[in-house]
Nanobody, 120 residues
Framework: QVQLVESGGGLVQPGGSLRLSCVVS????????MGWYRQAPGKERELVAT???????HYEDSMRGRFTISRANARNTMYLQMNSLKSEDTAVYYC??????????????WGQGTQVTVSS
């Protein structure tokens, strides 16, 4: 059984920063590409950033330069450092990962999400 657990969300003022974490646990053989997505009220879930197992990154244009995705493979953890936050960054942030377990081929898993609210 595989679990992805996000943490680090909360309420922050415009211009502030937050660091999200996503910890993967379970009977893991390997973790491939990972990513952060977000969903604002009334909107579809959208990509924020992705990172490969080798550390190559991709950002959506509106987040590039403000957000930094990283991962610590030895700790099965991914991070999202968010700076210069704006009200439009308010959303539930989800992590996902392609994971191969001891008994299954690689497939995508999602976390339960963490709320980020940017407001004065």
């Amino acid at each position: 059984q595989v679990q992805l657990v996000e943490s680090g969300g909360g309420l922050v003022q415009p211009g502030g920063s937050l660091r999200l974490s996503c910890v993967v646990s379970g009977s893991i053989f390997s973790i491939g590409d990972m990513g952060w997505y977000r969903q604002a009220p009334g909107k579809e879930r959208e990509l924020v950033a992705t990172i490969t197992s080798g550390g190559s990154t991709h950002y959506e244009d509106s987040m590039r330069g403000r957000f930094t995705i990283s991962r610590a493979n030895a700790r099965n953890t991914m991070y999202l450092q968010m700076n210069s936050l704006k009200s439009e960054d308010t959303a539930v942030y989800y992590c996902n990962a392609f994971i191969m377990t001891m008994t299954t081929i690689s497939k995508m898993y999602w976390g339960q999400g963490t709320q980020v609210t940017v407001s004065s």
